[in-house]
């Protein structure tokens, strides 16, 4: 019986000191977690806002789905790019993955 009484004892002496170690913990890991995967997401979503906004009319580009094509029309939320000879394709200005080197089209 005594043994039970120690254990329920230690029990209640050690229950503010576990509390505060899973707010520790939890804050370390909402931490870790904002490291890992928020502030890269956030980042890479800034620079391709950027890309959008700075495209020009005659630049070079990369699709989403990885069609090539310069730039001949720019709308206010689509761009018109140029494929090949007489295509002309319309896509949605989020579409543009990459803005590649001048020439890039040619030596392909």
Do not use: C, W
Not at 44 to 51: A, F, I, S, W, Y
Not at 70 to 76: A, L, Q, R, S, V
Request: proline content about 3%; hydrophobic content about 45%.
């Amino acid at each position: 019986m005594n043994f039970i009484s120690q254990a329920h004892a230690q029990a209640e002496g050690q229950a503010p000191e576990s509390g505060v170690m899973q707010l520790v913990l939890m804050v370390g890991l909402f931490v870790m977690f904002y490291f890992i995967a928020i502030r890269p997401q956030r980042k890479r979503q800034k620079e391709h806002t950027e890309l959008i906004g700075n495209l020009q009319k005659g630049d070079e580009v990369l699709t989403n789905s990885g069609i090539l094509g310069k730039i001949i029309k720019i709308e206010e939320g689509y761009v018109v790019l140029n494929v090949a000879e007489k295509v002309d394709l319309k896509f949605q200005r989020a579409a543009i993955n990459a803005v590649l080197p001048k020439g890039t089209l040619k030596s392909i």
